[in-house]
T-cell receptor, first 113, second 106 residues
Framework: EAQVTQNPRYLITVTGKKLTVTCSQNMNHEYMSWYRQDPGLGLRQIYYSMNVEVTDKGDVPEGYKVSRKEKRNFPLILESPSPNQTSLYFC????????????FGPGTRLTVL | EDQVTQSPEALRLQEGESSSLNCSYTVSGLRGLFWYRQDPGKGPEFLFTLYSAGEEKEKERLKATLTKKESFLHITAPKPEDSATYLCAVRSELIFGTGTLLAVQP
């Protein structure tokens, strides 16, 4: 089954404790991205990757890091989480064309205390 | 600056009562307008891509249309299972509107 998976699905942590949210896709997609979703603000892009070893900032990259060492994986790293990073996070992937639709993962709900 | 505005924020319909959702956009060089459906606690699910003004696409009770400034998602004779948040977005990196929360009551 074609899918995007994320782990963990739920995470409660404390300020300053480094964490990684993993994302994996099995569709051989070149493009992968991370979004956060907040009430009243909608979905906003954090980082994206056009292909292996190519990453770029989205609209809200502050406080986040990413890496793309393999085509299928695109982890999101929060080196020193803060309460304002409490949010619902989605990973997505798509083929290389601008018109390709993005396939979203199930989401990771993160709470930073 | 690219921008997407959706209206209304929320819409409550009776089963069978048709209506339309609006998505207004400003973008430098449209490369597709995308509609997604999102159920509570889940990731957005792709519905349609519209490529140019005048284009229309249909799927079951949904029909999406596109002009140079806005897109409409028409819902004909909705059922309770159509209840969800409907999102529109522009650009391949997806600049989203904040969505319309649709509730269809039996």
């Amino acid at each position: 089954e074609a899918q995007v998976t994320q782990n963990p699905r739920y995470l409660i942590t404390v300020t300053g404790k480094k964490l990684t949210v993993t994302c994996s896709q099995n569709m051989n997609h070149e493009y992968m991205s991370w979004y956060r979703q907040d009430p009243g603000l909608g979905l906003r892009q954090i980082y994206y990757s056009m292909n292996v070893e190519v990453t770029d900032k989205g609209d809200v990259p502050e406080g986040y890091k990413v890496s793309r060492k393999e085509k299928r994986n695109f982890p999101l790293i929060l080196e020193s989480p803060s309460p304002n990073q409490t949010s619902l996070y989605f990973c997505a992937s798509k083929g290389s064309s601008s018109y390709n639709e993005q396939f979203f993962g199930p989401g990771t709900r993160l709470t930073v205390l | 600056e690219d921008q997407v505005t959706q209206s209304p924020e929320a819409l409550r319909l009776q089963e069978g009562e048709s209506s339309s959702l609006n998505c207004s956009y400003t973008v430098s060089g449209l490369r597709g307008l995308f509609w997604y459906r999102q159920d509570p606690g889940k990731g957005p699910e792709f519905l349609f891509t519209l490529y140019s003004a005048g284009e229309e696409k249909e799927k079951e009770r949904l029909k999406a249309t596109l002009t140079k400034k806005e897109s409409f998602l028409h819902i004909t004779a909705p059922k309770p299972e159509d209840s969800a948040t409907y999102l529109c977005a522009v650009r391949s990196e997806l600049i989203f509107g904040t969505g319309t929360l649709l509730a269809v009551q039996p």
